[in-house]
């Protein structure tokens, strides 16, 4: 899981502990908040908007996590997020060709 987190976008690393946040999710290092305030000396927990946060403490937090339960979630919204991507590249490419009749 750890090296689909790294490749992953942003956008879907956000989504993620934002919906970790929602669920009350804690890894290893606490929940978000208690995560940004035990490694992020500058801003600490006073930033907590995960999508002004760098791809690197996003993926830093998700990897906190070991259950299976919680790996099998992040791997769900990724199917999604990937899923969704498909979908809407289908569909550029279906305006993009010419209508059979």
Known sequence: MDEKIDTAEK????????????????????????????????FGAGMSDP???????????????SKDE????????MRHHSNQYTLERLKDRSQDSPEQL
């Not at 502990?17 to 908040?33: E, I």
């Not at 919680?70 to 919204?77: E, M, R, T, V």
């Open 11 to 42: 956008k879907v690393l956000v989504d993620i502990v934002k919906l970790v946040q929602k669920k009350g999710m804690k890894g290893k290092m606490g929940d978000w908040k208690e995560f940004l305030n035990s490694n992020d000396k500058k």
């Open 51 to 65: 999508s002004k946060r760098s791809h690197e403490v996003l993926a830093a937090f998700l990897k906190t996590f």
């Open 70 to 77: 919680d790996l099998k979630f992040f791997g769900n919204i």
